[in-house]
């Protein structure tokens, strides 16, 4: 058996779509253009092509894109003004900050500067909570996207064991929450979990957030499982010439799809959903905001 390939290019496409549309529909009856603030410090050439993708596709979806650049000699109280700023602003629905910051800023002080209500990354303690208890909040945009991906893999997650294989607050944590939510049974697992491979031949969905390429070996994977690779990590490809990189993910690709049911692809799985997630957090906030109903996408 060979497992499907979980298209999350043409998936992200098809969100972007939904919220062009929500985005319409919302400047149509009630004049409203929802507007997204990114904030970035420093020339990191891989952030500087990431935010310039978010700019382009907020746009495209109707939306206003704002933003803000700084040197890394910028100071942390300046970068705070900046976010309070943009708190104020109400052309200004969604507020991201592009991480990493330079090390001489507290990342988690600027984090938790941001409005809660225009925290499109959903990383806020507020939104944390919120979600932790079932409250209307902002999600994690990847996290989201592995839900939507499983879901329109699997339908109904209904009584499925999910083992999630990574505890950060950004992936790991808030997945958890979203599975649940979901009526799925979880499990969160890590590097140091006893039998971490026995654990994971009892998932049906097995998701892999732990930043280790290829950590997660084909029998590690039980037959016909869906599987939702979140890594992303540039490994050496001599094979490709001196010097030379490729991008895999924190399984082994080659293997476990000759054992799952389905799996996403590194890249062109995960990773095209996370900046769709947002344009569709930020029309969330833009309605959260004003009392309106968020739309259903």
Not at 156 to 172: C, E, F, K, Y
Not at 185 to 214: F, Y
Not at 271 to 287: D, E, F, K, S, Y
Request: with cysteine; net charge negative.
């Amino acid at each position: 058996m060979t497992a499907s390939l979980i298209d999350g290019r043409a998936r992200a496409e098809r969100l972007r779509g939904e919220v062009a549309a929500a985005v319409a529909k919302l400047t149509a009856e009630h004049n409203i253009i929802p507007g997204l603030a990114v904030v970035l410090v420093g020339e990191d050439p891989a952030s500087q092509v990431y935010v310039r993708n978010k700019g382009v596709q907020t746009v495209e979806a109707g939306m206003h894109s704002y933003e803000h650049k700084y040197d890394t000699s910028v100071s942390e109280a300046e970068l705070l003004a900046q976010v309070d700023r943009l708190n104020g602003d109400d052309a200004v629905d969604g507020i991201l900050v592009q991480l990493p910051l330079p090390d001489h800023i507290d990342t988690n002080k600027v984090l938790t500067a941001i409005d809660p209500d225009k925290d499109v990354d959903g990383f806020h303690v507020v939104n944390a909570g919120r979600l932790a208890t079932g409250q209307d909040c902002l999600v994690p945009c990847t996290p989201f996207g592995c839900v939507v991906l499983a879901k329109d893999t699997l339908g109904d997650l209904t009584g499925a064991h999910a083992v999630i294989v990574g505890r950060s607050n950004i992936v790991g944590k808030p997945l958890a929450q979203l599975l649940l939510q979901q009526n799925c049974t979880v499990t969160i697992a890590h590097s140091r979990t006893r039998d971490l491979a026995e654990l994971c031949r009892t998932a049906d969905i097995l998701v892999a957030a732990v930043g280790r390429p290829q950590m997660v070996k084909g029998d590690w994977v039980k037959p016909g499982a869906c599987v939702i690779d979140v890594g992303v990590n540039r490994i050496p490809a001599p094979e490709r010439g001196e010097g030379k990189t490729r991008l895999v993910g924190d399984v082994d690709f080659e293997a476990a799809k000759e054992v799952a049911s389905a799996i996403t692809p590194v890249p062109g799985g995960v990773g095209p959903m996370t900046i769709a997630c947002l344009l569709r957090n930020t029309v969330q906030a833009a309605c959260l905001r004003r009392g309106l109903t968020p739309p259903q996408i």
